[in-house]
């Protein structure tokens, strides 16, 4: 039988159906929510390719409105692994997409393509979007190819604002400077999706933070780390289902794999000035979080923005936590190495498992330097007299098979789970049972608590677009939306968990 979520609902709604679900067991590394899935290609040495550096993203026209930019979704071989392809589906055709570099307040209008064989949707993650280019998981963009999605079109893929070929997505970018991201987000299969390429940055400027004398040009790198794993013959390999949505049983804490990419690099090496480096980070893995640090010397990670653009004020790191979908915005200190240095950076969660190298090349002027204050936006508002939700996130029934919940519902795109006021400000309470990265739609929010004590961990601070909440834990962040009226979402952005139910709708009114 076609395991379709909706379908399921249909039948188990009428009779108050509910299947209690046992624990699949002890994750074998207690700070991974998922299970690791083992390359069957002979692997590269590591820090023998050079770190790329995905190119900008240019506008096709602009006029005093918008700037105009058209993004084809294809396939392409890359040689990620060397001396192997692989075929990944990729913004433009390159893995990661190309980045968006654009202005704060000025409206980029991107239309995509899609050239695939699979229905796609696109969300900019940290966006503050209307909500018919929010890229609601059923908005889908049919193939252009007249194909209809292959296995996925069954019919609990309707109801959505459905084009063919293309759509046309309008970001007003009116939002403070930020690292943003944008990928896949279709509807059961946003996690092989983004897996096969389906990811890139969208960074936001602004005047504020223009003015800073921070790390410019060819000393600001993005770092987007991503796990893969690769079959034999270079494929990507995936534990999807054959027949529907969501990943074997086994998997279904999350996907983790052996091949560490960097910027679509594995473990790749980068050559650098001994100066400061600004690097914004990006966890595009499915599920698996780091714990970023130098394995010898005195580099630090000096942090001076998070998901939602810069902090009021930097905050150093010896080690940065980032689970997936976070941002971290850090500047990182050549000047205490010598030439010829080389310095691994590795993730302490994994046993120090290498995730790329700097190698120090020279001595080099550096007039950089980093403010004591960086913005004044980002202290917590202390509102009085807020509207208060609960969301619990915890594994259940998701449609016939075992999944993952919100308040014990899989998602369900015809419900919605909250009536959401505009320009009151809310405190929303997340509850875990295992690991689970929380990404709310359309808003930043700012973490207030955090098992129950304002002392918050060293991560949690700015402004935030996604959490990364512990087992058994429990986080209150405050959040207003604004402007935009209609359906989002907020979910778990392990993406297996996210694929498997852990999603849900809310309205904004
Ligand atoms: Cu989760």
Request: charged fraction near 25%; hydrophobic fraction near 40%.
């Amino acid at each position: 039988m076609k395991m379709s979520r909706r379908g399921f609902l249909a039948v188990a709604g009428g009779t108050g159906a509910a299947l209690t679900l046992t624990s699949c067991g002890q994750e074998a590394n207690p700070a991974q929510a998922g299970e690791l899935l083992r390359s069957k290609a002979k692997l590269p040495e590591p820090f023998q390719v050079p770190l790329p550096i995905p190119p900008v993203k240019k506008p096709i026209r602009s006029d005093a409105k918008a700037d105009y930019y058209q993004v084809v979704q294809r396939k392409a071989s890359l040689e990620i692994l060397p001396g192997l392809k692989t075929e990944a589906m990729g913004y433009d055709g390159i893995l990661p997409g190309p980045t968006f570099d654009v202005r704060s307040g000025r409206t980029a209008i991107v239309e995509q393509v899609n050239e695939l064989d699979v229905s796609t949707v696109v969300h900019l993650h940290g966006g503050h979007t209307p909500a018919p280019s929010d890229g609601w998981p059923l908005d889908l963009i049919m193939p252009a190819n007249g194909q209809h999605g292959g296995h996925q079109m069954g019919g609990h893929m309707e109801g959505g604002d459905m084009t063919t070929g293309r759509r046309t997505y309008t970001y007003p970018n009116a939002q403070r400077a930020a690292t943003l991201w944008y990928h896949d987000h279709t509807m059961d299969y946003t996690a092989p999706q983004v897996y096969r390429g389906l990811f890139g940055l969208h960074i936001i400027r602004d005047e504020e933070e223009a003015e800073l004398p921070l790390p410019k040009g060819d000393r600001e790198i993005p770092l987007i780390i991503a796990d893969r794993a690769f079959d034999a013959d270079g494929s990507f390999l995936y534990p999807a289902l054959k027949d529907g949505p969501g990943v074997e049983a086994k998997y279904m804490e999350g996907v983790v794999a052996d091949v560490t990419l960097v910027n679509g690099a594995p473990w790749p090496v980068h050559e650098v000035d001994a100066v400061r480096y600004r690097f914004r980070v990006l966890n595009a893995s499915n599920a698996r979080r780091y714990e970023l640090g130098f394995d010898k010397g005195p580099a630090t990670f000096v942090q001076i923005g998070s998901d939602g653009g810069l902090l009021d004020k930097p905050i150093e790191h010896k080690t940065l936590v980032v689970a997936p979908a976070e941002r971290f915005d850090v500047i990182v200190d050549f000047s205490q190495y010598q030439p010829g240095d080389e310095v691994t950076v590795v993730n302490r969660l994994d046993g120090n498992a290498n995730v790329m190298r700097f190698k120090i090349a020279r001595k080099a002027a550096d007039d950089t330097r980093i403010p004591a204050t960086l913005s004044t936006y980002a202290v917590t508002p202390r509102p009085a007299g807020v509207v208060r939700r609960e969301w619990r996130f915890r594994r259940g029934d998701a449609g016939g098979h075992r999944g993952w919940t919100i308040n014990g519902k899989a998602f369900d795109p015809k419900v919605m789970q909250a009536q959401v006021k505009l320009d009151q400000y809310e405190i929303w309470t997340f509850v875990t049972d295992v690991h689970h990265p929380v990404h709310v739609h359309l808003a930043p929010f700012q973490v207030l608590t955090r098992g129950g004590r304002s002392k918050l961990s060293e991560f949690d601070h700015g402004w935030k677009d996604t959490v990364d909440i512990r087992p058994a834990e429990v986080v209150e962040v405050l959040v207003k939306f604004t402007a935009h009226k209609g359906k989002y979402l907020i979910h778990c952005h392990n993406l297996e968990h996210e694929d498997m139910a852990m999603m849900a709708g809310f309205e904004t009114i």
